[in-house]
Nanobody, 123 residues
Framework: QVQLIESGGGLVQAGGSLRLSCAAS????????MGWFRQAPGKEREFVADISWSGSTTNYADSVKGRFTISRDNAKNTVYLQMNGLNPEDTAVYYCKAGYSMVQVRRQELGSWGQGTPVTVSS
């Protein structure tokens, strides 16, 4: 069972940037599709982005496309989420997700979750 630990969240002004990291341990990182989800206060957790085993394929929610970039470093067992052009609607707890396929990553009841890192964007 893979363990995931997110970091890099914090408070940022609108228009600013943050880079989230998710370090994995306890599994073969390169065999996992990785994803990021977020949950805003009072809302359901939603998909943000995912990335294939090699990093050659990425997908994004429409709300973050063109502003966020997901990447991975298999040598460091880490996946990243670079967030640019942040706005208050991006305020949420961001969760890292691991699965054996993109289908598994997208289904919230499957795969492995991190504990989350909070991001607050002030206007």
């Amino acid at each position: 069972q893979v363990q995931l630990i997110e970091s890099g969240g914090g408070l940022v002004q609108a228009g600013g940037s943050l880079r989230l990291s998710c370090a994995a341990s306890g599994g073969t990182f390169s065999s996992y599709v990785m994803g990021w989800f977020r949950q805003a206060p009072g809302k359901e957790r939603e998909f943000v982005a995912d990335i294939s085993w090699s990093g050659s394929t990425t997908n994004y929610a429409d709300s973050v496309k063109g502003r966020f970039t997901i990447s991975r470093d298999n040598a460091k067992n880490t996946v990243y989420l670079q967030m640019n052009g942040l706005n208050p609607e991006d305020t949420a707890v961001y969760y890292c997700k691991a699965g054996y396929s993109m289908v598994q990553v997208r289904r919230q009841e499957l795969g492995s979750w991190g504990q989350g890192t909070p991001v607050t964007v002030s206007s």
